[in-house]
């Protein structure tokens, strides 16, 4: 087994600021994922890194940059936040085979823009 | 364009009821299914996948999904709720191979009347 790991669990910022999460997994997983969460929404990607070093951008990357600098870690930063702004950024990892992409999620961080 | 849609924002049944919850893919190619649960407060968690192969899929705790590609349907089904299944319910595609990405649907919020 394994385990994901998000920090902060919460995160306040102000408008127009850097803001920096960071994901940890002990799967050895390969492919780590960010995903944006709004309420009453699904997910959607907003990058993700097939192994260390390589990023690709999802459907939601304006905005945000990523850095997958060891296999086991994956940081997200929004470059400007928006006033009011409020979402769940979860991370998630998974092995990419043939039959074997089940992706695995950490507990979120919840962002809360003044 | 590839989409996955959850018909139902939100669905009440009563523990001890049958459940179905709907989602609906448009995919050209052969789809890999997957149903993920979210518990409050928490990251989602695998309830089953389908890969080709038998249409209907077993999950954790009872769940069990139906594959149609007539009906470009995925449906989630259990035979008697309990209430600890109060949770919201997303559906999931995966339309590339080897990248490991998913497109959700924007959940179903089930409730659980005692």
């Known amino acids: 087994g394994g385990i994901i790991t998000q920090t902060p669990k919460f995160l306040i910022g102000q408008e127009g600021q850097k803001l920096t999460l960071k994901c940890q997994q002990n799967?050895?997983?390969?492919?780590m994922y960010w995903y944006r969460q709004d309420s009453g929404k699904g997910l959607r990607l907003i990058y993700y890194s097939i192994t260390e070093n390589d990023l690709q951008k999802g459907d939601l990357s304006e905005g945000y940059d990523a850095s997958r600098e060891k296999k086991s870690s994956f940081s997200l930063t929004v470059t400007s936040a928006q006033k009011n702004e409020m979402a769940v950024f979860l991370c998630?990892?998974?092995?990419?085979?043939?039959?074997?992409?089940?992706?695995?999620f950490g507990p979120g961080t919840r962002l809360l823009v003044l | 364009a590839q989409s996955v849609t959850q018909p139902d924002a939100r669905v009440t049944v009563s523990e001890g009821a049958s459940l179905q919850l709907r989602c609906k893919y448009s995919?050209?190619?052969?789809?890999?299914l997957f149903w993920y649960v979210q518990y409050p407060r928490q990251g989602l968690q695998l309830l089953l996948k389908y890969y080709p192969g038998d249409p209907v899929v077993q999950g954790v705790n009872g769940f069990e999904a139906e594959f149609s590609k007539s009906n470009s349907s995925f449906h989630l089904r259990k035979a008697s709720v309990h209430w600890s299944d109060w949770a919201v319910y997303f559906c999931?595609?995966?339309?590339?191979?080897?990248?490991?990405?998913?497109?959700f649907g924007d959940g179903t919020v089930l409730t659980v009347k005692p």
């Open positions: 995919y050209f190619g052969t789809p890999y």
């Open positions: 999931a595609v995966s339309m590339e191979a080897n990248t490991g990405k998913l497109t």
């Open positions: 799967f050895n997983h390969d492919t």
């Open positions: 998630a990892s998974s092995i990419v085979r043939v039959n074997q992409d089940t992706q695995y």
